[in-house]
């Protein structure tokens, strides 16, 4: 590849006063393709500019949070930074696919505003041992939220009074083989009696105190 300092440093013999043909020629040629080489790298780089410039309306970063453009999916959380809540405004949120992946936590309290929960949230956070659910129902909750946590989980808090219908573990998960679930003080019946066919049941179910 020619460089600017090439082009200025480039002298061409002359015969007679007058530049040499044949190498001027072949000097323009190789000019030439280089600039040809140089005109496709700047078109294939404004494409791959266009192409991230507009899916870029799709995300919004808030204090090196991602989150969709409506600030209603929590994306990614960074895997070093204390969660410290999610923004005021966000209502019926969502937690998107292993958004905290490799996070740090040792405590984690789901927000109120969540009403849906992607799959694998907490994947590989092998320090974590103490989560808490939202008082509130969930309209969704895919399965595998503990994925490779190590069987860390040791506490599954459950503020709501009234059991979800649907248990949102699996008893058979072997992530949650050391976990305990704790519910709030005198909602045993709602949790372990009042649907025959609950996977509730088959943890170990213990009121606060």
């Given amino acids: 590849m020619l460089s600017p300092l090439d082009l200025q440093n480039k002298k061409v013999v002359t015969k007679k006063r007058k530049y040499d043909k044949i190498e001027m020629d072949e000097y323009l040629d190789l000019v030439f393709e280089n600039y040809k080489e140089l005109f496709n790298q700047n078109q ?104 490779e946590t190590g069987g860390s989980v040791k ?7 009234t059991a979800p219908e649907r248990c949102y573990f699996n008893s058979n998960d072997a992530e949650l083989k050391n976990a305990t679930i704790y519910i709030p003080k005198g909602s045993s019946y709602e949790y372990e009696f009042k649907y025959s066919n609950s996977e509730w049941k088959k943890f170990p179910i213990k009121e606060e105190d």
């Fill in 44 to 147: 294939e780089l404004q494409k791959q500019i266009k192409t991230l410039s507009d899916g870029i309306q799709y995300y919004r970063s808030i204090d090196g949070v991602l989150y969709d453009r409506y600030v209603s999916e929590l994306l990614a959380w960074p895997a070093n930074k204390d969660f410290n809540g999610l923004p005021k405004d966000m209502k019926y949120g969502r937690l998107g696919m292993r958004c905290f992946e490799n996070c740090k936590f040792t405590e984690f309290v789901i927000p109120e505003c969540i009403y849906y929960i992607d799959s694998q949230i907490f994947y590989r956070c092998k320090n974590l041992r103490s989560v808490t659910f939202p008082s509130h129902e969930l309209y969704s909750c895919d399965t595998d939220l503990f994925l």
């Fill in 155 to 161: 506490e599954i808090h459950m503020k709501a009074t």
